[in-house]
């Protein structure tokens, strides 16, 4: 562990900043659960955005367009990636931030008032739960955890707090997606058994890298956080780290989640009764653990005794556009004429071949939406189209009213929905890894007789590294 990427110990609890070692301390001296500046309506929101690379640096933008919002502070592991979003910011004609590379740092910044994390998913829960002992409200990416147990602490960490949390599956602010939720709630396709969710996208191959030496500027040991300790290497790094079980969850997690979180919010169903996840890597031999194909089965026991059921599906290469999802689209639906200059190039982004959203299944039709935006439908035994819309929203403009209002009820995405989602993942990853049928108890919230699929659920396989894990009393 390196002296210039590292806090003490001693230094971190004299200095007062949040962490899993020190709780106990702080609690005695007054300073956990730190109350946070109550904002009135037009007072300004003062937020550090977390892991500013790839998916942060949207937040970053989003945030910055939103009247009396200024992204007052930046924090990444990688001292390149701050120095350049702070030129891109300075750029933007925006107010220089603070930059830290140590997220424990920032939290002691009492002038921030809300943080949004956007690092790898080994870190979300661990900073989300630092985040609400600090008093600072949270916007958290998806999925929130990193296991079934780091989400329901988060939600633990956010009520004992009281602090407003919000789960990034923008999705649920789309007005598109809404109208189309509640249309189904309103009968139109009929008595809805099956959602089937689509996560095809077309992903080339990470290659093989070897160990190789930490890249100046890095504070590694911080960017591994809770994760086991081992030898740097370039796939394990910036983006490919989703593919590796030590920090991300595959594409099931990555993408998937998205459309996961519409199956469930569009049956009206929480945890199921039963799990069923088979795949493998296909095609290609590199350095990937996770599955590029997977097929996922939830069962759910209704308590009238009829039965609801999530199908979802993983394809990471060439695909169909069911129910016409994705066609004439590549991925964030970017129109397929303004791929044509990268029409030799694979990847995500210049992707026409992707199909990613969900369709509904009822007694009287059924309902395509298309990615989290539009949708359509087809009614009756000849499948004629029915009613169909779309339109847009601001997840991150949602997250700050409610920053501004303390109204909780008023989040979109609210963490205790995130972390239901978040779990259907684990469930199903846990089978793949097990090659087994959960049978889950949606009560208890515990695996049936399998002490193996539990310990998944819990640790996903990774002994937290002091300081940074997350405390059994949050």
């Known amino acids: 562990m390196s002296q210039d990427s590292e806090i003490s110990r001693r230094e971190f609890l004299r200095s007062g900043a949040r962490t899993g070692v020190g ?4 609690g005695g001296l007054g300073l956990v659960g730190a109350p946070g500046k109550v904002l009135g309506a037009n007072d300004r929101v003062r937020l550090a955005v977390c892991g500013v690379r790839g998916r942060g640096w949207d937040h970053v933008r989003g945030f910055s367009k939103l009247p009396n919002v200024q992204v007052a502070a930046i924090c990444d592991v990688d001292e390149n990636v701050g120095r350049q979003r702070i030129a891109d910011m300075e750029k933007m004609g925006l107010a220089k931030p603070e930059y830290y590379y140590d997220v424990r740092k920032l939290l002691e910044d009492k002038s921030i008032d809300a943080i949004s994390i956007a690092t790898p998913d080994h870190w979300h829960s661990l900073i989300g739960v630092w985040g609400c002992e600090a008093g600072k409200d ?3 990416e998806k999925p929130c955890c990193h296991n079934w147990w780091e989400g329901k602490q988060l939600v633990t960490a956010a009520n004992r707090y009281n602090r407003i949390v919000q789960h990034g599956t923008q999705s649920r602010s789309e007005k598109g997606v809404i109208e189309a939720v509640q249309k189904m709630r309103d009968g139109l396709i009929g008595d809805v058994y099956l959602a089937r969710g689509l996560c095809y996208k077309w ?13 100046s500027g890095v504070h590694y040991d911080l ?6 300790e081992q030898p740097f290497t370039k ?9 590796f079980w030590n920090y991300g969850s595959g594409d099931l997690g990555n993408q998937g ?6 199956a469930r919010w569009g049956l009206g169903v929480k945890f199921p009764n039963r799990v069923s996840a088979v795949g493998g890597k296909f095609i290609f031999k590199d350095d990937q653990e996770t599955p590029n194909v997977l097929n996922c089965s939830f069962q759910y026991d209704m308590p009238d005794g009829s039965r609801k059921m999530i199908e979802f599906e993983v394809r990471g290469w060439m695909t169909n556009h069911e129910a016409g999802i994705g066609v004439g689209k590549g991925s964030h639906g970017i129109p397929a004429a303004g791929l044509q200059a990268q029409k030799h190039k694979l990847g995500p982004v210049a992707a026409p071949q992707n199909s990613i959203g969900d369709i509904f299944y009822g007694s009287k039709g059924y309902l395509a939406i298309d990615g989290g935006a539009g949708y359509k439908t087809w009614l009756g035994p000849g499948q004629e189209p029915g009613p169909h819309g779309s339109g847009g929203g601001d997840h991150f403009l949602n997250f700050v009213e409610a920053v501004r209002s303390r109204n909780k009820a008023s989040l979109n995405a609210p963490i205790e929905e995130g972390y239901i989602s978040s779990t259907l993942i684990y469930l199903a990853n846990a089978s793949y890894r097990l090659g087994k049928t959960i049978e889950f108890d949606p009560d208890a919230l515990k695996v049936v007789n399998d002490d193996d699929a539990n310990r998944l659920l819990r640790s996903a396989d990774r002994g937290y590294r002091k300081p940074f894990y997350i405390p059994e009393n949050v």
């Not at 796939?235 to 593919?243: A, I």
């Not at 989640?257 to 519409?262: E, S």
Request: hydrophobic fraction near 40%; glycine fraction near 4%.
């Open 23 to 26: 709780l106990a301390a702080m």
């Open 138 to 140: 949270v916007y958290c």
């Open 203 to 215: 992903r080339p191959s990470i290659g093989h890298t070897p160990n190789a030496p930490v890249p």
């Open 223 to 228: 960017w591994l956080g809770p994760a086991p």
């Open 235 to 243: 796939n394990h790094f910036h983006y490919n780290w989703h593919y």
């Open 257 to 262: 989640i998205h459309q996961l979180d519409i």
